[in-house]
C-alpha cells in the first residue's frame, strides 16, 4: 500500500477494501439506487472489466444513460489521446464508479482516487479490483488534508460542473472551483500537470437547442443560468479568469 493520502489523514480501509476518514461510517443510502445496484450487478457478474471492455458495453442498455456513463469503453477517450508516460503517482478527484481510474491503473499510474458517494465508491473498487497500485478514498476534497508537492498528476474529469457536491461548504458555485483548483495546485510536484475536462457552456448542441444534463430547459447556460446555485459550465474566457485566481502560472 502506498496510499500518499494516509501520511496526512487518519483514513481506515473497510471491508469493501475502500479508505475511509477515522469516523465516517461506511454504509451509505445509496446502495438503493436502482441504477447503482445495475451497475454493481454488472460489475460483479463480468469477466473483462478493462476500459475497453465490450462486455460491460453489451450488458447495458441503450436507454440506460447512467450505465452507459460509468460503463462504456468510450468514457477514456479524452484521455487516450494524451501522453501520461512521465506520470506515476496521481490523484483524482470525484472518481465515481472508476471508469477513468481504471484507465489509469491500466497505464501502471499509481492512483489516489477520491470519491464522496460510498457507493460509487465501492463500485469503484470493484471495478478496479484486479489492479494493483490503486486506492479509493470515499470522502469530500474539503474533509482531506493533501500533502504538499506529492502528486506528478491531478485529474478532475467531468466534476467541475458538480463541485458543490465536493465542497458543499462554499456557498458560490465560481468561488468553489476556484478554492478546489488552489488546493489540489500544493499537491502537485513543481512539474506536475492538471488535467481538466469539464462542459463548455457555449457547445454548439447548447445553440442548437439541447439541454444541458442537469436542466430540462434549452439555452440556461447560454443566458447564463440566471439565479440558479446548481451546477454550471463555464466558456473560455470564464475559464481564463478562473484560473487567473488560483495558483496556476500556466494554462491552455
Not at 502506498?2 to 473497510?14: F, S, V, Y
Not at 494524451?82 to 496521481?90: C, H, R
Not at 463541485?163 to 465560481?174: G, L, Q
Not at 448542441?205 to 451546477?231: F, H, I, N, R, V
Amino acid at each position: 500500500m502506498n496510499l500518499l493520502l494516509q501520511k496526512t489523514n487518519r483514513l481506515i480501509q473497510d471491508e469493501s477494501g475502500v479508505w475511509i476518514p477515522e469516523g465516517r461510517i461506511s454504509a451509505c443510502s445509496e446502495e438503493k439506487d436502482p441504477h447503482l445496484i445495475r451497475i454493481r450487478n454488472i460489475l460483479e457478474n463480468s469477466k473483462d472489466l478493462t476500459s475497453h471492455s465490450i462486455e460491460l458495453e453489451r450488458k447495458y442498455a441503450d436507454w440506460d444513460f447512467d450505465s452507459e456513463f460509468h460503463l462504456s469503453p468510450r468514457r477514456g477517450n479524452p484521455l487516450r489521446g494524451i501522453n501520461l508516460s512521465g506520470v506515476k503517482k496521481a490523484l483524482e478527484i470525484g472518481c465515481e464508479c472508476g471508469s477513468i481510474t481504471r484507465y489509469l491503473g491500466e497505464l501502471n499510474i499509481r492512483v489516489d482516487a477520491v470519491e464522496p458517494s460510498m457507493e460509487k465508491g465501492k463500485l469503484a473498487r470493484i471495478r478496479c479490483r484486479d489492479i494493483e497500485g490503486v486506492e479509493i478514498i470515499c470522502a469530500g476534497i474539503t474533509d482531506l488534508i493533501f500533502p504538499e508537492k506529492r502528486y506528478d498528476a491531478v485529474f478532475l474529469i467531468g466534476i467541475l460542473d458538480q463541485i458543490k457536491i465536493h465542497a458543499p461548504s462554499v456557498t458560490e458555485t465560481r468561488e468553489a472551483v476556484i478554492s478546489i483548483l488552489s488546493r489540489v495546485s500544493q499537491t502537485l510536484k513543481d512539474d506536475g500537470v492538471l488535467l481538466v475536462a469539464a462542459g463548455n457552456r457555449m457547445g454548439l448542441k447548447y445553440w442548437l437547442g439541447a439541454s444541458e444534463t442537469q436542466y430540462e430547459t434549452p439555452y440556461t447556460g447560454l443566458y447564463g443560468y440566471g439565479k440558479t446555485d446548481g451546477p454550471r459550465t463555464y466558456d473560455k474566457k470564464e475559464w481564463e479568469n478562473i484560473f487567473a485566481k488560483t495558483n496556476f502560472k500556466e494554462y491552455r
